[in-house]
């Protein structure tokens, strides 16, 4: 590999001419796309609006902050050497190692210089007649690239909930996924965190050691599963790259790309001893392998219950106050049909003194005031107030962008009822513009890291395709596009997960339109189809020769 260089001049050269490729994101995502484009020998750069490279681990900083996928199974697993030379300190390695990871990337694999940084992309615009997307962004650039790849990522637009009196608090106020790069102090502080989704899961338990007092606000409770997070020796880490290869393909196997030791069983088809033995055994062992303790936890409603309850027996052991832990716990919907959390020390942390716990159920908050929040039945001083109310998932970075398609019509219309597209991969109307994880793939249902690798790898072989070939234009057909949206639902509609009102449904934006967006068919199944596609010329795309 090359040594890093600081990306300046060679991107000001590339922006003067036409690319052949715009990447819009410097994530996981758009580094490897890089990475792939140089060795089909294609110019390319890459925008991105953070000051550095990272995707969403340069901007979620607040305490606490960890993947959920066990960092040895959370990494690329193109390169042999990155694989040799790269350690892990823990089995759950925080924000700033995962940062230092992609940074790490960047700099081994010389991508830096292809990176316009603290650069965000406002609009992409097709040219019909001259085949090219026109990428227009915040500081003034108007590139031209034949194609154009969204590595926007998943989860990056934060949502903060539009609250009245939010400008006139005097305090300090934050958001998980926008955190300060600077630290923040919470000394001596009373501070207000609102929402229990998986940031403020990660993040309470540190919050409470430092302020004076948190009140956390609560609309719905969550399930959540310890990590039992733990340092990885030298051996282990030597073990496992010994065999990196065969832990991926293993992974490979397996419904979400995790890897771990699957029960082909139904919860139903055993007696209450053996299950509570195999729900002891999976939380001891903590993470979410938790919800492959059967085979039928997400299928049926009867198997299902079975292990929310024991989760909920769970947090009543955990949790000494019965009103407090009877608020904590679940109930109107499945576990496992929200993103099952994974934590340390979340429900332990009601038991501190200084932790109280509100019901917005009950008393919904009515305003901000300058000194706090008022909710229906009482008043809360506050010197900060974190947003942990989580984000526009799956489409929030896409729409964010004024893109345009064929005869001007925007992506935003074409998403007007939710979003469509072909294998989240294209979506019909804009030629040569591919999504990376986009809605209708696995994405946030497996293993991030394994997704993006399937998907840039399938656009880099596509490219190569259509350079030998001649071809200027692909495009997903309307045709394969119903047909695929529709399958994706169909998937969906058979399991327990559009019971909950998730953001996997975008519930959790008021006025997104409710649509099941990633699939659900597992990755195993969607990697054959995805190469089934292609090796058959690219079935459902239409493919345009250079005139």
Not at 207 to 224: C, E, G, W
Not at 475 to 503: I, K
Request: charged share 25%.
């Amino acid at each position: 590999m090359a040594e890093n260089r600081t990306s300046g001049a060679s991107v000001e050269a590339a922006l003067s001419g036409e690319l052949d490729v715009a990447v819009v994101g410097a994530g996981f995502a758009g580094l490897y796309m890089l990475h792939c484009l140089r060795g089909l020998g294609m110019s390319a750069v890459a925008f991105e609006a953070g000051g550095d490279v990272g995707g969403t681990w340069y901007w979620n900083r607040y305490p606490g902050a960890r993947c959920d996928v066990e960092s040895l199974q959370y990494s690329y697993a193109f390169s042999d050497e990155l694989q040799r030379e790269w350690s892990w300190s823990e089995r759950y390695a925080a924000q700033p190692e995962i940062l230092a990871y992609a940074r790490h990337v960047a700099a081994r694999l010389d991508l830096r210089r292809d990176i316009r940084l603290a650069t965000r992309v406002v609009s992409a615009v097709l040219d019909e007649a001259a085949g090219r997307w026109t990428i227009r962004t915040d500081r003034g650039d108007a590139v031209r690239a034949r194609f154009c790849v969204m590595a926007t990522g998943c989860l990056s637009v934060p949502r903060a909930p539009d609250l009245p009196g939010l400008g006139t608090f005097r305090g300090g106020v934050y958001h998980t996924g926008a955190w300060p790069h600077e630290p923040v102090d919470f000394s001596g502080q009373t501070v207000g965190v609102i929402g229990t989704g998986s940031s403020a899961i990660q993040a309470i338990p540190l919050l409470a050691r430092q302020a004076d007092r948190l009140i956390v606000f609560q609309r719905t409770p969550n399930y959540s599963v310890p990590a039992h997070n733990r340092p990885l020796t030298p051996e282990s880490q030597r073990t496992w790259k010994a065999s990196c290869r065969e832990h991926r393909r293993r992974a490979l196997e397996s419904r979400n790309a995790i890897l771990y030791v699957p029960n082909d069983v139904s919860a139903l088809a055993v007696d209450e001893a053996e299950r509570q033995r195999v729900y002891e055994a999976r939380w001891r062992d903590g993470g979410i392998p938790f919800m492959a303790a059967f085979n039928d936890l997400l299928l049926s409603e009867g198997a299902n219950e079975t292990a929310a309850e024991f989760v909920r027996a769970k947090i009543r052991s955990i949790v000494r106050d019965p009103a407090v832990a009877e608020r904590l716990t679940p109930r109107d919907y499945p576990i496992g049909t929200k993103r099952i959390c994974v934590d340390t020390g979340y429900f332990e942390t009601f038991n501190r003194a200084n932790v109280a716990l509100v019901d917005l159920r009950r008393a919904p908050i009515e305003a901000v005031t300058p000194a706090g929040l008022r909710t229906r039945d009482a008043s809360h001083g506050l010197d900060s107030i974190v947003f942990a109310t989580g984000f526009d998932a799956m489409t929030g970075a896409l729409l964010a962008m004024d893109v345009v398609g064929r005869a001007g019509r925007t992506l935003r219309a074409a998403w007007a009822d939710g979003p469509r597209g072909y294998l989240g991969l294209m979506v019909a109307g804009f030629p040569n513009l591919f999504t990376i994880t986009g809605p209708g793939s696995p994405s946030v249902l497996s293993n991030m890291l394994v997704s993006i690798e399937q998907h840039v790898e399938w656009v880099r072989d596509c490219l190569a395709h259509l350079r030998a070939r001649d071809v200027a234009v692909i495009e997903a057909t309307a045709e394969a596009e119903e047909a695929w949206t529709e399958h994706v639902r169909e998937v969906g509609e058979r399991t327990l997960y559009p019971r909950a009102n998730s953001w996997y449904v975008g519930a959790n934006v008021p006025g997104k339109p409710r649509r099941f967006m990633p699939y659900i068919g597992g990755v195993p199944a969607y990697r054959r189809r995805c190469e089934e596609i292609a090796a058959r010329g690219y079935e459902g795309f239409r493919l345009i020769a250079r005139q």
